[in-house]
């Protein structure tokens, strides 16, 4: 069965600081990928997508960057984080070509200090 | 571009009432339409899903019609219950924004005894 793991769970992190969250995608090949920022505790923000390695729509300008350096990894990375970075992060992933639903990980509760 | 707007919340209700959300998503081609429900401190979980027109989405006695006429997607239970406090996403996926999944601003519930 397809899994989907996303870490760390909570950071703290100073402002200035580097940031880098992983998610890893098992049990699938091919997947679209991708990572939003749920901020003031409700509304789901697009960040960035994926639909094949080399391949990554960015939704909002922002402080943020993200690659996907293998099929089934997505590296959402800040070279200098703000205190308005600070949010909920969720990795999802969905089968490619098709319209079907996305699996979403558990988040990074990241706080910037 | 897509894009989806939702009830706004937050919605109260006595336990054993009435619900309905509403949603409607604006798109060109032919998305697939989700509703994700999100418990506190939680990522999100698939709800139901209808993935073309007149089809009917249903699970633990929530519903929701995929209408193309009026581009709507209103989800309804006819009995909550306290454990159906939650943030309610409503979500469109593709269409011709190929692998773009966007969601709605989420609707707080919360039911009381």
């Known amino acids: 069965s397809q899994t989907i793991h996303q870490w760390p769970a909570t950071l703290v992190q100073p402002v200035g600081s580097p940031l880098s969250l992983e998610c890893t995608v098992e049990?699938?090949?091919?997947?679209?990928l991708y990572w939003y920022r749920q901020a003031a505790g409700r509304g789901l923000q697009l960040l960035f997508y994926s639909v094949g390695i080399g391949q990554i729509s960015s939704e909002v300008p922002q402080n943020l960057s993200a690659s996907r350096p293998q099929d089934r990894q997505f590296i959402l990375s800040s070279k200098k984080l703000l205190l308005s970075d600070s949010g909920f992060y969720l990795c999802?992933?969905?089968?490619?070509?098709?319209?079907?639903?996305?699996?979403f990980g558990q988040g990074t509760r990241l706080t910037v200090v | 571009g897509n894009s989806v707007t939702q009830m706004e919340g937050p919605v109260t209700l006595s336990e054993e009432a009435f619900l309905t959300i509403n949603c409607t998503y604006t798109?060109?081609?032919?998305?697939?339409l989700f509703w994700y429900v999100q418990y506190p401190g939680e990522g999100l979980q698939l709800l139901l899903k209808?993935?073309?027109?007149?089809d009917k989405g249903s699970n633990k006695g929530f519903e929701a019609t995929y209408r193309k006429e009026t581009t709507s997607f209103h989800l309804e239970k006819g009995s909550v219950q306290v454990s159906d406090s939650a943030v309610y996403f409503c979500?469109?996926?593709?269409?011709?924004?190929?692998?773009?999944?966007?969601f709605g601003q989420g609707t707080i519930l919360t039911v009381h005894p």
């Open positions: 209808a993935t073309k027109a007149d």
């Open positions: 999802a992933w969905s089968v490619r070509w098709v319209n079907t639903e996305a699996f």
């Open positions: 979500a469109l996926l593709g269409g011709t924004s190929y692998g773009k999944l966007t």
């Open positions: 049990g699938t090949s091919n997947p679209n």
């Open positions: 798109a060109t081609g032919y998305p697939s």
